[in-house]
Nanobody, 124 residues
Framework: QVQLVESGGGLVQAGGSLGLSCAASGRTFSSLAMGWFRQAPGKAREFVAVISGSGGNTVYANSVKGRFTISRDNSKNTVYLQMNFLKPEDTALYYC?????????????????WGQGTQVTVSS
């Protein structure tokens, strides 16, 4: 079993930045691909960014490419999402997810473990 705890959400003005963290426990962290997903009210959960177990491969949704950066520190069992140039449409509950395998897939159904989510609100 893997436990995931997100932190770092909050309220920010459009154009600002926020950093999210997700601490994992319960499994060798480098054996897990990790991802960030988000869900806005009334909308389906959507892929934001994923990273392979080694950190060597990352994939981003087109809507965040060039603005968000996913990274991981396997010595700290933590994955990060740095969000810059935030827009009101980035407002959502952001979830950290882990899958048993090192390949970073973008489909939410590929992920076995989920955090509770952290709210990000971007005001215009």
């Amino acid at each position: 079993q893997v436990q995931l705890v997100e932190s770092g959400g909050g309220l920010v003005q459009a154009g600002g930045s926020l950093g999210l963290s997700c601490a994992a426990s319960g499994r060798t962290f480098s054996s897990l691909a990790m991802g960030w997903f988000r869900q806005a009210p009334g909308k389906a959960r959507e892929f934001v960014a994923v990273i392979s177990g080694s950190g060597g491969n990352t994939v981003y949704a087109n809507s965040v490419k060039g603005r968000f950066t996913i990274s991981r520190d396997n010595s700290k069992n933590t994955v990060y999402l740095q969000m810059n140039f935030l827009k009101p449409e980035d407002t959502a509950l952001y979830y950290c997810a882990a899958r048993s395998g090192t390949t970073a897939f973008t489909a939410a159904g590929s992920y076995d473990y989920w955090g509770q989510g952290t709210q990000v609100t971007v005001s215009s």
